[in-house]
T-cell receptor, first 112, second 117 residues
Framework: DSGVTQTPKHLITATGQRVTLRCSPR?????VYWYQQSLDQGLQFLIH???????AKGNILERFSAQQFPDLHSELNLSSLELGDSALYFC???????????FGPGTRLTVL | GENVEQHPSTLSVQEGDSAVIKCTYS??????FPWYKQELGKGPQLIID?????GEKKDQRIAVTLNKTAKHFSLHITETQPEDSAVYFC????????????????FGQGTILTVHP
């Protein structure tokens, strides 16, 4: 157990819908990263937040957005969902000034 | 941007044998190289990492080597056991400005390791 929690574990929804994925980092970690894992693209970095501020963006679609709240938990919002958005979504956290990233168990999103 | 290539894509060994997985990276600015193990239905688990100022690091049966000149790094698992069977990912990271975080990980494509009893 990495100490990173993600909810929900599974999410099934329809095309065009909007969902919110939630991540709670390890106690004391200030950084949260979001990654998408799919069979064709592998593990891809989406976005990084540090202590509430966006620090870096990767291959994140405009339909996707994220935020980190004052209690340091983070949410990833996916809207206008398409079949191709079906994937595993992981968040990871790390300490300030440290670079080991610890991953949560992931949320499996299925878009029908 | 950074590109990480990982080989082989699948690796099958007998219990007790050694396993080696190799990765190459493209950006010479990369300075942090972790390895993750992912079991079915779980998130990636950090198993070992190495920084660019170190050539080799060991942790029990696992070791990682880094050749900065050639821009490649490798994972070595000795005395493999069936519970080592999983997907292994290498990754590379570039330090961001400000010193507060190393930022995003760029992952290799993964290696499916199977250890036969």
């Amino acid at each position: 157990d990495s100490g990173v929690t993600q909810t929900p574990k599974h999410l099934i929804t329809a095309t065009g819908q909007r969902v919110t994925l939630r991540c709670s980092p390890r106690s004391g970690d200030l950084s949260v990263y979001w990654y998408q894992q799919s069979l064709d693209q592998g593990l891809q970095f989406l976005i990084h937040y540090y202590n509430g501020e966006e620090r870096a963006k990767g291959n994140i679609l405009e339909r996707f957005s994220a935020q980190q709240f004052p209690d340091l938990h983070s949410e990833l919002n996916l809207s206008s969902l398409e079949l191709g958005d079906s994937a595993l979504y992981f968040c990871a956290s790390s300490l300030r000034g440290n670079n080991e990233q610890f991953f949560g168990p992931g949320t499996r999103l299925t878009v029908l | 941007g950074e590109n990480v290539e990982q080989h082989p894509s699948t690796l099958s060994v007998q219990e007790g044998d050694s396993a080696v997985i190799k990765c190459t990276y493209s950006d010479s600015a990369s300075n942090y190289f972790p390895w993750y193990k992912q079991e079915l239905g779980k998130g990636p688990q950090l198993i070992i990492d190495i920084r660019s100022n170190v050539g080799e690091k060991k942790d029990q049966r696992i070791a990682v080597t880094l050749n900065k000149t050639a821009k490649h790094f490798s994972l070595h698992i000795t005395e493999t056991q069936p519970e080592d069977s999983a997907v292994y990912f290498c990754a590379a990271s570039i330090r961001l400005g400000g010193g507060t975080s190393y930022g995003k990980l760029t992952f290799g494509q993964g290696t499916i390791l199977t250890v036969h009893p």
